[in-house]
């Protein structure tokens, strides 16, 4: 059998994966939006380096746009097979592409606006519509983590938890041919230990291949807080001694919820006054939230005993959830201390960018960038120091404090991924064979492959390039 590398490899995103049996069976694992690829867009006929009907099988290990973007392309360019995955991911996923589309298509129309007639026919058309976005989702099949199930007789599946995202799974394939089993294990997107809402991710037992992220190689979380005490200080220094705002970009699907739980744990403990308001100004959060009450199975034990007593996770006083753009415009012009929090978390679209252009003069007020920021986006210039920062074509100074904190990264650390990986092996009782680092710039995965070679693994791990097969 063959594996293939077609994304996600020497990069962070978009993630896929083809296993190809010596039969011709065809599974796909990820079909994620290729961020690189999307700064330099390509017609849907080029997404694949394959034909999109050839495949017998997708997998999608989580919602995230970077595992899921590319579905509907996928399915609209022929795919009409099943795309397994757990029922929370089939959930969210569907909020994702709807929005992802939604994005997509404002985005061409603002192009076209902009540009002269004879130069239309070059800006790229969207990667799919939103009716292709429900042809996609009708063809998901939910699978529940911890329950096998046997394709054929040469293919078997089984989900175990990822703690990367509410029902973000890896995903461990049994594969037989002339009578020879083995089993490879793609982990996805792991979390962090003791992460807020989800459980802790599951490593693989007795498996042959690992293909595992490695995104933080190289590094480590910075902040050694627990997520209350950390978030406490920001509110307590910015809202209640200097009266200021709060304003945190976050991701719609994960982080805000995660904030905002802690927000709430915070409010309970009586540590939050009641005069004090928080404001999640982002449509897609407020459509994603609710899918963590309706699985209260994937909660870990913290938030699970927290909802039972509470009887739910988000709503408390004082929190008030924007979603048409009349309530936006309320909040722009309310000037009270409070805390804002808005997508999108590296600052680059969404509505965030605007209440940071309205705060961001302000000295009292605090912009608190709660996860990575890719290179260029606006989040990531925000944290270079500069004095001045150009935000939708008008230059602002930069009075207010601007702070970071990675005590809500949903992804393990250098020593996490290292410690998975090792404990896969022993689990595996040394049959892991070899061990694929994905999901990582190339210095980050270089610094996992050398760190695990001087472990004695300089045989077993394997940083693969774009587009590399190798024969299991």
């Not at 976005?133 to 175990?160: A, M, R």
């Not at 003791?194 to 498996?207: A, H, Q």
């Not at 307590?236 to 200021?244: A, P, S």
Request: aromatic share 8%; glycine share 8%.
């Amino acid at each position: 059998m063959k594996l293939s590398f077609l994304g996600a490899a020497k990069q962070v995103t978009g993630s896929m994966y083809l296993i190809t049996l010596e039969s011709g069976y065809k599974i796909l694992i990820d079909c994620g939006m290729d961020y690189e690829m999307k700064k330099n867009p390509v017609s849907r006929g080029n997404l694949f380096p394959f034909e999109p009907v050839t495949l017998d099988l997708v997998i999608l290990t989580h919602a995230h746009i970077d595992h899921s973007g590319n579905l509907p392309a996928l399915t609209a360019g022929g795919y009409k097979g099943p795309i397994i995955c757990t029922p929370a991911t089939a959930e969210l996923t569907e909020f994702l592409l709807f929005d992802s589309a939604n994005i997509q298509w404002n985005d061409y129309r603002k192009n076209l606006g902009r540009t002269k007639k004879t130069r239309r026919d070059f800006i790229p058309k969207p990667l799919f519509t939103e009716k292709q976005v429900q042809e996609c989702v009708d063809q998901f099949l939910t699978l529940h983590l911890h329950k096998p199930f046997k394709i054929n007789d040469q293919v078997s599946i089984k989900l175990i938890e990822a703690g990367h995202l509410l029902g973000a799974a890896s995903v461990e394939l049994t594969l037989t041919e002339k009578g020879v089993t083995q089993k490879i294990g793609f982990t996805g997107d792991l979390g962090r230990s003791n992460s807020k809402l989800v459980k802790n991710g599951e490593v693989f037992s007795d498996i042959n291949y690992l293909v595992t992220e490695s995104t933080y190689g190289g590094r480590k979380h910075l902040v050694e807080k627990n997520p209350e005490d950390e978030l406490l200080d920001y509110i307590q220094k910015t809202c209640i001694e200097f009266r200021g705002r709060l304003v945190i970009p976050a991701f719609s699907v994960g982080r805000t919820q995660a904030i905002v739980f802690t927000i709430h744990q915070l409010k309970q403990k009586g540590f939050i006054p009641s005069w004090l308001k928080v404001f999640v100004d982002s449509p897609l959060a407020i459509k994603s939230t609710p899918v963590y009450e309706r699985h209260p199975y994937l909660l870990n034990e913290e938030a699970a005993d927290f909802l039972k007593t509470h009887g739910n996770l988000f709503h408390f006083e004082g929190i008030e959830y924007l979603e048409g753009m009349d309530e936006h415009d309320e909040l722009m012009n309310y000037f009270e201390p409070c805390i804002i929090i808005s997508a999108a978390g590296m600052v680059e679209g969404g509505r965030i960018q605007e209440h940071v252009s309205n705060n961001i003069e302000n000295p009292y007020s605090t912009i608190l960038i709660a996860g990575y920021c890719a290179d260029g986006t606006l989040g990531h210039r925000l944290l270079q120091g500069q004095s001045s920062i150009r935000i939708k074509n008008t230059e602002r100074n930069i009075y207010a404090k601007i702070a970071r904190t990675d005590v809500f990264s949903s992804h393990p650390d250098h020593d996490e991924v290292k410690n998975y990986v090792l404990t896969a092996i022993k689990n595996s009782d040394q049959k892991l064979r070899k061990v694929f680092l994905v999901h990582g710039d190339i210095p980050h995965l270089q610094a996992m492959q050398d760190d695990l070679a001087a472990s004695g693994l300089s045989d077993k791990v394997v940083v693969p390039d774009m587009l590399e097969e190798f024969y299991l």
